[in-house]
């Protein structure tokens, strides 16, 4: 009986109905560990089951999203093996970097939100609203995660928590109430983020155990965390986690945090243009499929 476990919380926005989201995550997620390491890649296709999605949007949206005329955009990224120039140079233009700049103004001033693009303010006002908990939303969120999380990590099984955006923002915090409020036994083996803004003021002023002091403060069943961003993913506006979350390894609560942000790209692209923070884009990379092709031959 495989004892491994990889579990994705998705980012933010309506999703196509689970079954289709999860078989395009699983399918560039193979392509990202071939890429990096094809003999991992075929003993990892052996085990779809071990794969789960948590599908909180439809919960939080009420709605799915029609993926029909992107399906081309994501074989053409299956077959794409890395980024053109053009991609490179449109990953780094200076409005991205203009957009970048006015993003961190916003992080440490929210009253200046106007000033940035409307991508970016609707980005902000979802993180917000996740925040605020409106009707117990937040919570009810989490706790599709936690209900994933309780038997494995009970039975302490090897697990792989991937989260992507605000989906890293939700489980940060599923995590913190799972060691504090719950006081579970076992550990994440990896915990690995992927276009995360776990990294920006108005998050870590936010996130569950903000409020406390010393090991109460973080969450304590994590054995490893890695972080990965790409140029020009204005949502992991904070690149270096290690920094702001010392206080983890230091009190031992961790054994370590790793960043791994440069020169990767995404280079998804789609009818409206690259997309450097679409999940689909992280995982077919071979940065990310390198971490998680470690993360399944140690976990045997």
């Not at 990953?91 to 991205?96: F, G, L, T």
């Not at 994440?188 to 995360?196: A, C, K, M, Q």
């Not at 870590?204 to 903000?210: I, K, P």
């Not at 692209?269 to 690259?274: I, K, S, T, V």
Request: aromatic share 10%.
């Amino acid at each position: 009986m495989n004892q491994r476990h990889i579990i994705f919380t998705p980012g933010k926005n309506p999703k196509p109905p689970a079954e289709q989201h999860k078989k395009l995550l699983w399918r560039t997620m193979l392509e990202g560990v071939r890429r990096a390491e094809p003999e991992i890649a075929i003993d990892l296709s052996l085990y779809t089951d071990c794969f789960q999605l948590i599908a909180w949007n439809y919960l939080y949206y009420r709605k799915h999203k029609d993926i029909s005329s992107e399906l081309e955009w994501i074989d053409v990224l299956m077959h794409q093996h890395g980024p053109t120039e053009a991609d490179i140079q449109e990953a780094d233009a200076w409005h991205r970097r203009l957009d970048r700049f006015l993003y961190t103004m916003v992080d440490h001033a929210p009253c200046l939100l106007g000033l940035i693009s409307e991508s970016l303010q609707s980005a902000a006002r979802e993180t917000m609203r996740y925040f605020h908990n409106n009707n117990n939303i937040a919570c009810e969120i989490r706790e599709l995660l936690k209900r994933q999380l309780r038997p494995i990590l009970s039975d302490n099984s090897r697990v792989l928590l991937i989260g992507h955006s605000l989906g890293s923002v939700i489980a940060y915090d599923t995590l913190w109430e799972l060691s504090h409020l719950e006081h579970l036994p076992g550990k994440v083996d990896l915990f690995l983020t992927i276009g995360s803004p776990l990294g920006m003021n108005y998050v870590q002023r936010r996130l569950m155990g903000c409020d406390q002091t010393g090991h109460k403060k973080y969450p304590t069943n994590i054995h490893r965390w890695v972080n990965i961003s790409a140029v020009g993913d204005i949502t992991a506006l904070d690149r270096i986690f290690a920094d702001d979350f010392a206080p983890m390894v230091e009190q031992g609560l961790i054994d370590s945090i790793e960043d791994h942000c440069n020169e990767i790209y995404n280079f998804y692209r789609n009818n409206e243009g690259l997309n450097c923070h679409r999940s689909y884009g992280y995982l077919v990379n071979p940065a990310v499929g390198e971490v998680i092709a470690d993360w399944w031959r140690q976990s045997v």
